[in-house]
């Protein structure tokens, strides 16, 4: 079984989970199955990846109902705002072929609308009254939205799922959901942002680090399987992301080794302070993007 987590209102979460993001409606299936398959019980989707449908294809291909699996995803800002982030649940558990959902989070604190953030929030929390997702959270929250929402709500985040991997671990905000008792979830665990487009393909992979590498060869291990590692000694939860069976299951190959302390500040100190994928605070256009009833 997965190590679990425990979220601030009792809730238990498998500390791996398992991403999607960029993997191709056409492929997730597969992808989700496999990892169902290899012992992942814990998937990460959202609304804009397009492929919530698929995920519940895989969960049904793999031979698991849904209440095995620990269903997580996110409303885009498109959908923001009371009655549409109540609408954006019933689109999204209809895609995902479920009735309930164990986990659901704002996917950014788009601060340019933050009224319209404020409210589907506020929605989020109806849904949790009402016992239609077990757990509430965001993503992409730095402090000041942490601290903006929080006085104009009620139910503090279970969650925030943040860029963090060793080159941009952001500390500042992990410190931030530590002081209010919010779960900090790895986004791009491995680093893989760099690899995205327009987003971090500039900057050198994680992967390649000589430090990491050097504490992975002594293991006996891989580079992504020592940034999981790290990620989960943090007390972290971590979502990789692969469409690869290999890769699928070497990710989830990190629970029968330790890093030592000094292993550990060795890859704390590799932190730039500098983020690879978008600023949270920077509009962007594709904020807009409506996402389909099916
Ligand atoms: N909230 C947000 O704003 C946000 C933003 C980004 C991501 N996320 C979530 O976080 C998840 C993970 O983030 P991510 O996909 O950006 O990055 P990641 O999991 O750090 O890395 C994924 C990339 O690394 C490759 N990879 C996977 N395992 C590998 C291994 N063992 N060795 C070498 N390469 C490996 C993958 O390619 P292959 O598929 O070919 O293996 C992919 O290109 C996403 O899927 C999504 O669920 C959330």
Known sequence: MTPELVLNNGLRMPALGFGVFQSPPEETAAAVE????????????????????QVGEGIRRAGLSPAEVFLETKVWVSDFGYDQTLHAFE???RKLGVDRLDLLILHQPAPDRFERTVAAYRALERLLADGRVGAIGVSNFMRTHLDELLARTEVVPAVNQIELHPY????????????????????SPIGGITF???????RRSVLQDPV??????????SPAQVMLRWQLQHGRSAIPKSTNPDR???????????????????IDA????????PDPDTPRDVFDRVIPED
């Open 196 to 202: 995205y487009p327009g987003w971090g393909e500039q």
């Open 270 to 277: 590799l932190d730039t302070g500098v983020r690879n994928g």
């Open 248 to 266: 699928i299951a070497e990710n989830f190959a990190v629970f029968d080794f330790e890093l030592t302390d000094g292993e550990m500040a060795r």
């Open 34 to 53: 496999t990892a169902l398959k290899v012992g992942y019980r814990h998937v990460d989707t959202a609304a804009a990846y397009g492929n919530e449908r």
């Open 91 to 93: 689109k999204a558990t």
């Open 168 to 187: 941009f671990s952001q500390p500042d905000v992990q410190k931030a959901d530590a002081e209010h008792g919010i779960l900090t979830q790895a986004w």
């Open 212 to 221: 990491i590498g050097a504490i992975a060869a002594g293991h006996g291990r």
